[in-house]
């Protein structure tokens, strides 16, 4: 029964914007459960397995008695190892007191909007951009402050760029690398440019996002705080879920100045506390042992990134670039926006037409408007290769009926 009270959720959730991916895998759980054959590639999580190495030493912990509270900025053998990781392949060197373990690196991004941002601060964000920056920014009380790239500049956002946006309310810039939703790469040509405009603003720090960092075609992965005099002005944020296939294992971490770290791990503690305990072993053995497993993966994704790319291709209008890591292409298709085609078909924004690919092709993809790319697609080569090669299929015959 209804209730006859009045029913109020908070301004903040009101005004919060419903995760366009997570919308687009529901429409697709929809549709199959009306019967259809729907393809989804609009979530970002990859299709193999966790390594099994990995999920053995989990079961070795939970039979050892791993399955107790553990403090809440890590367990100290996973930020020792994350330590080390972050020497090994990124130049970084973090203390221990400068980590913290997060239950995904989403939360860590969460924790670092709340730690540093005010009503009326500003926080910068490289566009395209992964959906929920901007929410989680507003959440903290924040503005998001866009700017953006096209497909012509490989979705990179210039230094110069950068330079006209930052004003004396901006905190933080924020990007990830290699980037969701596009796959571009920022090289180390391109992060010193950035690099220098950041240190132009004293304390303006930089959220580098490197979820994605195992995934990258150049084998040349830069983490803009291993620059010179950068360490200290940046906030790095990486996890499990991609490249080792742990995306439901929810875990993530973040290396920060200590009084960032600090911060953090105090809101953590009145939200989740620390991040679960068996999971925090296995995340130390997946670090620390033979990485073998994930660069299988990473090769595997990126003989899918080229039949993705050359099927996309053959299809009219789409232009598609040629991204160098993650498992994503971001083609433009701006040609089919606001167009009447001779049946009366029109679409009136990338929306409208990824739900038409949706219920005329069924294959989910997700609008390039949620992350700040009107007239755009993201499109997941996390499937197979049978996969892909149908639901691109279903999209050119589809699109081709409309001319």
Known sequence: MESTSTNR??????????????????????????????????????????PQHIKDFAKKALDEGYTKYTPVPGHPEL???????????????????????SNGAKQSIFNICMALLDPGDEAVVLTPYWVSYSAIIKLAGGTPVYVSAGIEDDFKVSAEQLRQAITPKTKFVIFSSPCNPTGSVYTKEDLTAISKVILEHPGLLVVSDEIYEYINFTDSHVSIGALPDMQDRTITVNGFAKGFAMTGWRLGYMGAPAWVASACAKIQGQVTSGATAFGQKAGAEALLSDLGPTHKMKDAFAIRRELVISKLSEIPDFKVNHPKG???????????????????????????????LLKQAHVALVAGSAFGAPGCLRISYAASEETLTEAIRRIRECLANLA
């Open 79 to 101: 930020r020792e190892a994350i330590t080390t990781k972050f020497k090994r392949d990124n130049n970084l060197n973090y203390g221990m007191n400068e980590i913290v373990v």
């Open 326 to 356: 993650a498992f994503y292409v971001f083609p433009d298709v701006s040609a089919y926006i606001g167009k009447t085609f001779s049946d009366g078909t029109h679409f009136e924004d990338d929306n409208a037409f990824t739900l038409y």
């Open 9 to 50: 959720i908070s301004s903040r959730v009101a005004n919060m914007a419903e995760s366009a991916t997570l919308l687009m895998s529901k429409l697709a759980r929809q549709l199959r459960g009306e019967g259809h054959d729907v393809i989804s590639l609009s979530l970002g999580e990859p299709d193999f397995d966790t």
